[in-house]
């Protein structure tokens, strides 16, 4: 059986999204090889709709510019969407009906970990139902400031109890938490 593990980066004021304003000032050579690590340690990539729709531009323009982004762009992508109906990226599949299932045979074949960027419904839905393995939140030494309430880590939902089971502290101040979700009660 296969771990399915989410990344996130995050601020210590638990902005996720707006990236852009503080997540460069903080990866490091050990965070380049931490993400090297995550992403050729996974043969698959899970992902929401708003992940899938700012990784594919970006991710699909470097397409031959490096080991790293041709990774990202020959792995089996899912993406868990009622909209998409066409994805263009290459290699992508789209989950519409019957998520939680497709989710479980995905976790059941063999093979390497599925990765899943970002924390929002996809994340959750998978907490709600014990497909999550481990969580690494790639906290950075930052106060965003300008996250709105649906941008943060944080929101209404059922609560989770994690076990923290790993740290690493990057030369920029960057750690990198792991937790394994507890099984929901």
């Known amino acids: 059986m296969r771990k ?10 638990g902005d996720i999204t707006n990236m852009a304003d503080w997540h460069r000032d903080y990866f490091g050579d050990e ?22 729709d ?7 323009a470097r397409a031959g510019s490096s080991e790293y982004a041709d990774r990202w762009n020959t792995l089996p992508k899912y993406v868990v969407s009622s909209t998409l109906t066409d994805p263009e990226w290459t290699n992508t599949t789209v989950i519409s009906e019957n998520v939680v299932d497709e989710i479980r ?6 093979g390497q970990d ?25 906290l950075h030494p930052v106060l965003s400031g300008k996250a709105a309430a649906n941008e943060l880590l944080h929101r209404d939902g059922l609560q ?9 502290l990057q030369a920029t101040g960057m750690f990198i938490l792991s937790y394994r979700p507890l099984p929901s009660s």
Do not use: C
């Not at 990765?115 to 790639?138: E, S």
């Open 105 to 110: 045979k995905l976790k059941d074949q063999p």
């Open 54 to 60: 700012g990784m594919f531009p970006s991710w699909s």
């Open 160 to 168: 989770h109890r994690l076990e923290l089971i790993g740290t690493e």
């Open 114 to 138: 599925i990765v899943q960027f970002g924390f929002g419904p996809v994340t959750r839905l998978m907490l709600d139902n014990d497909l999550l393995d481990v969580i690494h939140i790639w």
């Open 31 to 52: 965070a380049r090889k931490a993400a090297d690590d995550q992403l050729f340690g996974s043969d698959a990539v899970i992902m929401g709709r708003t992940t899938y």
């Open 4 to 13: 399915i593990v989410n990344s996130t980066f995050m601020t210590l004021d």
